[in-house]
């Protein structure tokens, strides 16, 4: 019921435009006008807080379910920001931040309880009466604001024109009466089935337009613009010597079936020279020789030197060789010289095969082929070709051997043609290889870079579920229960008074990248192997939330001995004490004096992803409520447990303290102890000293180094609204408020007192 809810919020959030900064617990917390300045911010929230009023009233009439929501929207400054280094989280914080959580906890439920500073930016546009809200709140009245509850909608709500014109505008509001049972639920559909053919027509559209755009963008690429700016006019060679190079590495030498070709070719027209020529002594003699030299040169181009461009030249232009010899004693007789020629195209077409070699080679190559053999027509075949023509009575306009002689020259004309194309299309194919390849490099990073920050958001085995090839929806439901896991919450509750937004601490940022140090310095213990098991769950304010067994690799069968089944939370206690020493030694670093209260619990949970958008991993449940309680309840500078806990712990050799019943908000009178440490090896407990300065309530989440992206921004309108069932307003997600502390009296929240073994 939580999940649809808060996907429902996530909607409503995307249609006023607000920006969900986290969830916790049953609580969800939104803002407006951060990171994109607007002027409707506070109207926008207001919107927002009556639709989520709307939205809670379906379910109690569908669910048939107590359940309620109270909502408090503040207007103020923030700083904005991630903090730590694990388990990412955009956050807000101020002193704004603190009291707009102060106006939900003294709000009503079902009802929108707005600060007279929201009041002063809705120019009017809602009905409001006073909400007494500082008579109920001590902070409330220490800001001296004056707060009030908004009554019904005096103007419609109306996006702004640059919002309709691109479409993100969802529904009309309907105004802020009350709306009947069988209204609500028909918007409530309405709602539904638009976002979600609204979702359907965008996948559509989204995959036509790359379609098209692919097209297009291969019709109307011109490759010839391409090459002139890549490359010199007349050679062709890239203008960048490291592209060239790679050009000529991709291109290589010709494979080894081409030589192997070749020479089946040449042995070919050896054949066809024994059957068709008379067989002389002098031509036996000399064809056996140049066929052996071509033989080796052949094998030695397969075996090691194959990719040297220098015995592709020499290859490709051997052939002709023997084609131009003559012999005085052919010459009493009436063959056919014409051969040659076409063994000479034969030639031609072969030089102008290898991609080793640039077309200039080729066609210097060629004519100077076509030259050779020209000047063998007439100066040396002359007189035979002229036979040869007559006896086959062939009519030309010219003599024979200059008709050969224009067709080698007209096919050398045309394969140098042929050859500048086939080169110009190999490299421009070959920068579009480059773009390609860039485009899968980069689009590879992306995706690595995707998958890395989804394992930083959420835990290990959840980001592998949600990365997994199998289709799901965006808002789809995951969860899982636990009956064993250790719930540990730690927090420095003299950081409020450390935290300062004047002018000195550049308006709070200073205090802020103290306090990402430390976050990353908890953060980074859970990088040591024998913390792999522990799973951060969220930063809340200067509060530390963990949490051990949550490992669904590691399984335990409840017959197993209790050494065996709670060794995680053995393991979430010496973690514990590691974030002790962790902050003391960042306290003789920074000559400050925080102090850690912790408070830790087991038993069963519900872990889960809830919400449309932005996931968001959290535990629910009375183990955390209670673990949370023993954290607030709790002394500085102690470890806090409940009893059956404590009953585990032993078992790990670790002594305890008794402190007695202790009230419980909730739960009533628990007894509880402080952990001394294992035996032989107890340590006094930290003594807080008072501190120089403090930090406000605020959430906060992770940076990765102190060029952190935190900004500045005022005039933003926080909202925080929270389920209330009427008696206690607890929330269930942990039980705590924007502060990550349990809203209690300022006087245990405060409290420094030693605790004294």
Known sequence: MLNELFARFDKLAEKYQQLRIKILGDCYYCISGAPRERPDHAVLCVHMGLSMVKAIKYVQQTANSPVDMRVGIHTGAVLAGVLGQRQWQFDVYSKDVELANKMESSGMAGRVHISATTLSFLSGEFEVEPGYGEKREEALRIAGLKTYFIVSVLKPFQPLKSEVQNGNSVLPEEDGSVTSDHVLEKNEEKVKVHFDADCEDKQRQNSTDVKDRLRKELVTRDGHRELVKNTKPISLVFIDPHKEQTYIHSVGSPPATIFG??????????????????????????????????????????????????????????????????????????????YFSHFAVLVLIGVSLPACLSYITKMFLMFLVAAGQCFTNIFILGDQLDCEYSLRNWISPIEGKYTLSSYLIIVAITLSVLVKHMEQVARVLFLWRLEVEEESTCAEDMRRRNEALVYNILPPHVAAHFLGNRKRQHDELYSQSYSEVGVLFASMPNFSDFYSEETVNNQGLECLRFLNEVISDFDALLELPHFQDIIKIKTIGSTYMAASGLNPSKQ???????????????????????????????????????????GINHGPITAGVIGARKPHYDIWGNTVNVASRMESTGKAGCIQ????????????????????????????????YYLLGKAGKI????????????????????????????????????????????????????DVDS????QKDSEDALLLSQCDP
């Open 641 to 672: 447990v409940t009893e059956e806990t404590c009953e585990i712990l032993k078992y790990f050799g670790y002594q305890f303290e008794q402190r007695g019943l202790v009230a419980v908000k909730g739960k009533g009178q628990l007894m509880t």
């Open 683 to 734: 340590t006094p407990p930290t003594v807080p000293v008072s501190p120089i300065m403090g930090i406000t309530t605020m959430e906060t989440l992770n940076e990765e180094d102190e060029s952190h992206d935190t900004s500045k921004s005022d005039d933003k309108t926080v909202i925080e609204c929270n389920w209330s069932n009427g008696q206690n307003d607890e929330c269930s997600g942990g």
């Open 261 to 338: 070709l070749f020479l089946i070719i040449k042995y070919s027209m050896i054949t066809s020279m024994v059957l068709a020529f008379p067989r002389y002594l002098v031509l036996n003699i000399y064809y056996l020789l140049e066929n052996i030299t071509y033989l080796l040169l052949v094998l030695f181009c397969l075996g090691e030197g194959h990719r040297k461009r220098i015995l592709c030249v020499r290859l490709e232009d051997h052939p002709l060789l023997p084609n131009c010899t003559y012999s005085e004693e052919i010459e009493r007789y009436c063959l056919y010289p014409s």
């Open 739 to 742: 502060n990550g502390t349990d």
């Open 556 to 598: 335990v069968k409840p017959d197993d001995a209790i050494t065996v089944r709670w060794a995680h939370l053995a393991l979430l206690v010496e973690f514990a004490l590691e974030l002790k020493k962790a902050l003391q030694s960042i306290n003789e670093q920074s000559f400050n004096h925080f102090v850690l209260k912790l």
